[in-house]
């Protein structure tokens, strides 16, 4: 019986824990250099859902654009380019946005430490950026539907943590099954 109860205890806990490192994604670090960028690249489809989100851990701010295929060569080039206003963020030294994808062209989301944007940086910067893409079919008309990549286990933990804890919980009592043995034993 103790071992049952070990046994359980143990899962309790890695469900637990399971439960709350389920669905967390490190960023990935990065060092912006000044006068230089590092980006990003998806391939979305027209509608894909684009969310980033981006924290400057030392140095100045930077300039995040998004921007299309064409205007990431025109930047890359040093020549006048165009980027999606409402999802990039400029001068900040950290950020979110979510955006629909305007385009089914190739996407950049660019870390700018250049003077191309409101920033003038001085040094480099060390950036952490997170990124994900929810294609469009994932998503419902009219509504965002957030659900994790792995929803179900949202759903399982709860129920099988309910269900140890139960048994964990039963076998408790004044001594339960143990006691029960003995009885027997000694008849």
């Not at 994604?25 to 859902?49: C, H, L």
């Not at 890359?76 to 999606?84: D, H, R, T, V, W």
């Not at 965002?144 to 286990?153: A, D, E």
């Amino acid at each position: 019986m103790k071992f049952k109860r070990i046994a359980v205890s143990l899962t309790i806990i890695l469900l637990l824990f399971l439960s709350f490192s389920a669905d967390i994604s490190s960023g990935k670090v990065t060092t912006v250099e000044k006068g230089g960028y590092s980006f990003a690249r998806y391939d979305p489809g027209k509608g894909d859902e684009i969310r980033y989100e981006f924290e400057v851990l030392s140095g100045p701010k930077i300039d995040v654009f998004v921007m299309n295929q064409t205007n990431f060569n025109k930047y890359e080039n040093l020549s006048e380019f165009e980027y999606y206003e409402d999802s990039s963020i400029l001068g900040s030294g950290e950020g979110a946005k979510t955006f629909k994808s305007p385009t089914n062209d190739t996407l950049y989301i660019v870390m700018d430490g250049t003077v191309s944007g409101k920033v003038n940086p001085d040094s480099s910067s060390t950036v952490e950026m997170k990124s994900v893409r929810t294609p469009k079919s994932a998503l419902q008309e009219g509504d965002r539907m957030n659900l994790p990549k792995n929803w179900w286990l949202y759903i399982l933990i709860p129920v099988v943590v309910i269900i140890l804890l139960f048994l964990w919980l039963s076998g408790q009592g004044d001594g339960g099954e143990e006691e029960e043995e003995e009885s027997l034993r000694k008849r």
